[in-house]
């Protein structure tokens, strides 16, 4: 086989490759394309993986948080304008100081963020100590929460 007709076959090759369906063995062996499945609709990836801030009231956003402050006694309750007022007692676990920053990311019905989020809120917590941290909605379309902490830089 000379040259010329090396280089045809293996333009032939490559381009019958590139013509075959996914998932179409190829020479016995399974050929992916980008995708790496046949073609139509694909559900996301870790769709219930990552979700902590749809499911739960109290939310670390970095390790160090997580090590260092957890929650307990969170509670909430409507005022009377129809606003909801959420306090949390926010304890270190640690036995050195901890400077954090707190939030409140406020939710419809539906678990959507109602564009009420309070600002960061810098807590210093002594060693092993605990404090009471309170937010409250803006308007009367909050009727649940998320409270989101993260250790200061």
Known sequence: MNIRSASITAVVLVLAAGCARTGEKIGG???????????????GRNQGK??????????????????????????SHPLDD?????????????????????????K?????????ETPWQTLILTENGQ???????????AKDFTIRVREAR
Do not use: H, W
């Open 82 to 106: 129809g606003r909801l007022e959420v306090a949390a007692n926010l304890r270190n676990r640690l036995n050195r100081r901890v400077e954090a920053q707190v939030q409140c990311v406020f």
């Open 50 to 75: 990552y979700d902590l801030e749809n499911s739960e009231k109290f939310v670390t956003m970095n390790f160090r948080a997580q090590r260092s402050v957890t929650a307990s006694g969170i509670m």
């Open 131 to 141: 404090e009471t941290v309170k937010f409250a909605s803006m308007n009367d379309k």
């Open 29 to 43: 062996a399974s050929r992916a394309v980008s995708t790496g499945q046949a073609g139509g609709a694909y559900p």
């Open 108 to 116: 419809d019905i539906g678990g959507f963020s109602t564009g009420d």
